[in-house]
């Protein structure tokens, strides 16, 4: 049964007649919408335009969401995935050149594409590479304390290439790397499975970073950030992986890789924890100490754990550090599209953002129809597209549209505006764009019924009816 409040206004649209409509939007400036249902039946779809009237009046129990551009927060950089090994494998071989450049003008293109301006690069291999490696394995105890033997070599054939070309395709893509795991003789396990770091590779580890950097960009792909380990309080039973607590976080940062990065003269970023919410107290220990905090840009988040809040709890904490959200990956345990596609927008686009995040990754850009290929690790995680090994087509699944909601209209260097009021199901986010000052405004319906709701801005207001877990994205100017 329709609200009342979505009664109302249907019968207002309804007993105004077309010229009048007309005048009012040959008067007043509009409101374009874009939206994505629940039920699939509108993807991304663009709506009719909405008149932004002057003194309009909202009907009694309609809730109102109020932008306020003179309210700011933090500037983007953006929105987007993870080129893992496996993602680089299946766009560079499984597709011919025309659906592989049709995939990158997708995800990367402004004008007929989503924008994506973010992307993570794991740092050698993840549970999602075909073989398990790093930039410099020996052999058997054999060590390489000066890194001599370091080597991208296993990334020019699949990630280097698509990386260049996703920049051509967006020169303001911001790219940020992790590893997973130190070559093996850097640990206690002499494995790239399990164990911690030695103290006595501490500079090694640091020098890892530099020739890493500096060779990607020798390759033509600027290193925006890096974090110094994925998930660092989790150690894998049969992929690379490491655990780094707080204090030896702190130590490498402080200590090592700051001061090597300082005297290389290099720039990139450094972020610490790039792991889940529910462990705040990780990286305030890391920001507590007075060393390590001076070379700590921000902290990087996923969502396996905890409460997206944690976010705020840091950034309250240490105001002049910047938050990022790093990796979720959606998957097979949750496979309703209308599900995934609430939680996902009122969570990672809106929640993340709306506690500090600077920028939202999800995990793998790109997966196959059988959730891989991947060497130990998630069996059923899914991709932002899957791609049809056999045919080399594609498919945009429900994480692709929750990106794209925010990623296509709010561009690298926009800045959050204040979006307030609404309804508790009715979340929502808004942006302003630094070139041209447009708003974006980002309002999913988490209700199993269509919801009415209107929004003010400078004096102005728009109504609109919403139906049950869809998304829409509205742009003005």
Not at 83 to 108: G, P, V
Not at 214 to 228: D, Q
Not at 256 to 275: E, K, N, Q, S, V
């Amino acid at each position: 049964m329709k609200s009342s409040a979505a009664v109302i206004l249907a019968v207002v649209a309804a007993c105004q007649p077309p010229s009048s409509i007309s005048r009012a939007s040959a008067i007043a400036p509009v409101v374009h919408a874009w939206v994505t249902t629940g039920d699939q039946s509108k993807l991304l779809q663009p709506q009719p335009d909405i008149p932004l009237a002057s003194g309009s009046v909202v009907p009694a129990g309609v809730p109102t969401i109020n932008v306020d551009e003179t309210k700011s927060y933090q500037k983007m950089i953006g929105f987007g995935a993870a080129m893992t090994d496996a993602s680089a494998y299946l766009i560079q071989h499984k597709m011919s050149a025309r659906d592989r450049e049709a995939l990158l003008q997708d995800l990367f293109g402004r004008t007929n594409g989503i924008g994506f301006s973010f992307i993570r690069v794991p740092m050698g291999a993840s549970d999602f590479s075909l073989r398990h490696y790093s930039y410099d394995d020996m052999p058997g105890t054999t060590t390489d304390s000066t890194v001599a033997r370091f080597s991208i070599e296993a990334d020019r054939a699949e990630k280097l290439p698509l990386l260049r070309r996703a920049l051509a395709i967006n020169p303001e893509l911001k790219v940020m790397a992790s590893p997973w795991s130190p070559p093996g003789w850097m640990k206690t396990t002499n494995s790239l499975v399990k164990g911690t770091l030695l103290p006595r590779y501490y500079d090694s580890f640091a020098e890892y970073f530099v020739k890493f950097i500096r060779a990607y960009g020798a390759e033509g792909v600027p290193i925006y950030a890096i974090s110094l380990q994925n998930e660092p309080d989790f150690e894998p039973e049969n992929y690379p992986g490491m655990r780094l607590g707080a204090k030896a976080r702190a130590q490498v940062i402080g200590n090592h890789m700051g001061p090597r990065f300082a005297r290389a003269g290099i720039h990139t970023l450094i972020w610490d924890w790039d792991h889940n919410w529910d462990l705040p107290q990780q990286p305030l220990d890391v920001l507590s100490d007075t060393t390590a905090r001076r070379y700590v840009q921000g902290v990087a988040w996923h969502c396996y754990g905890g409460d997206v809040a944690a976010q705020a709890t840091v950034h309250d904490a240490h105001p002049e550090k910047d938050a990022y959200f790093t990796e979720c990956s959606g998957g097979e345990w949750s496979p309703k599209f209308d599900e995934n596609l609430k939680w996902t927008v009122s969570t990672l686009i809106i929640g993340a953002t709306r506690n500090w995040a600077r920028g939202v990754l999800l995990w793998n850009l790109a997966l196959d129809t059988k959730f891989g290929p991947h060497l130990g690790g998630c069996g059923n995680c899914r991709g932002v597209v899957t791609i049809d090994s056999a045919t080399g087509t594609y498919a945009r699944n429900n994480e692709y549209y929750a990106l794209a909601h925010a990623s296509k209209f709010v561009r690298p260097g926009a800045v959050r505006i204040s979006s307030e009021g609404g309804d508790a199901s009715l979340p929502s986010v808004a942006f302003m764009n630094a070139d041209d000052r447009s708003k974006v405004l980002i309002v999913v319906n988490n209700a199993d019924h269509v919801q009415a709701f209107s929004v003010r801005w400078a004096g102005r207001a728009f109504q609109y009816s919403l139906p049950a877990a869809s998304v829409v994205t509205f742009t003005w100017n």
